[in-house]
């Protein structure tokens, strides 16, 4: 079965965020996520981490003001140097951390903005460069209107489409199947056809995006299905438990899954 990595700003939310890896690792978690590191200085992450004995697996570049509503700066006319300054501070962590890889966010523009898919463009080939030299992957991540409305990046065809055309062996797709479900469904085709671009996995019960095993899908034959289709990676737990993150994680054995 798949390597599950619990995403820290979804889980153990009942604990500040620098607890939240030594719980995950009682937890029996061998990696973690989360969205943003930067309000906590990069030590302390890394400290806690190692305390903790846990992989760091993913988290995201900085997405802009985010109490502003912005979610990602790449799209955004007018703000390349607030977009290479964050690239930066992002590489900062990731170097420090030993992060594999980053979630570039989008940001909020109509998917068919000429101008605003020039600058993505731009931005993804600058960060899969300075990333590249770090052998870190840059990802891009579709996410649903209901979610987040508005979002340039919202289809995993659009996705597949830019990375074909940028043709930069670091930069791949994050798959979030709570995601793909809510836009287009056809879980277990798509993890076929896309898992030569896949950089990353997320899973959550659709549609409330609580504990896997809990929704309209068959969770326990996707995660076989990414097993069986040769993924190696991780498969982040991205989602709001129903009640305490502990009880919630009898979602594992449920669908027979050990942690690992
Ligand atoms: O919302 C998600 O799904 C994510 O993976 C985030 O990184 C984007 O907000
Ligand atoms: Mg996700």
Avoid at 3 to 32: H, I, K, Q
Avoid at 76 to 93: I, K, T, V
Avoid at 216 to 245: K, N, S
């Amino acid at each position: 079965m798949p390597r599950l990595a619990a995403n820290l700003s979804m889980l153990f939310t009942e604990l500040p965020f620098l607890d939240r890896f030594a719980a995950a690792a009682a937890a029996g978690f061998t990696g973690v996520e989360f969205l943003f590191p930067y309000d906590h200085p990069v030590e302390a992450v890394k400290a806690c981490a190692e305390a903790a004995g846990v992989d760091i697996v993913l988290f995201n570049m900085p997405p802009g003001n985010w109490g502003e509503g912005e979610r990602g700066l790449a799209v955004l006319p007018g703000r390349a140097a607030d977009f290479r300054e964050g690239l930066s501070r992002a590489m900062h962590y990731a170097r420090h951390l030993d992060v594999p890889r980053l979630h570039m966010m989008a940001g909020l523009a109509s998917s068919n903005d000429a101008g605003a898919r020039q600058r993505y463009r731009d931005g993804l080939l600058a960060a899969s460069d300075i990333a590249g030299e770090a052998g870190i992957d840059v990802l891009i991540e579709p996410l649903n209107g209901r979610d987040m409305p508005g979002y340039f990046l919202d289809s995993f065809e659009m996705a597949a489409d830019i990375i074909a055309d940028l043709d930069r062996p670091n930069v791949r797709l994050q798959y979030d199947i709570y995601h793909r479900q809510i836009l287009h469904g056809d879980v277990l085709r798509s993890l076929e056809v896309l898992m030569p671009i896949i950089g990353h996995i997320q899973i959550a019960a659709v549609p409330d995006r609580s504990e896997p095993g809990t929704g309209e899908l068959d969770d326990a034959r996707i995660l076989r299905a990414i097993d069986q289709l040769g993924y190696r990676g991780w498969v982040g737990c991205e989602y709001r438990p129903l009640g305490d993150t502990m009880d919630g994680l009898s979602w594992r054995p449920a669908l027979q899954i050990a942690p690992r």
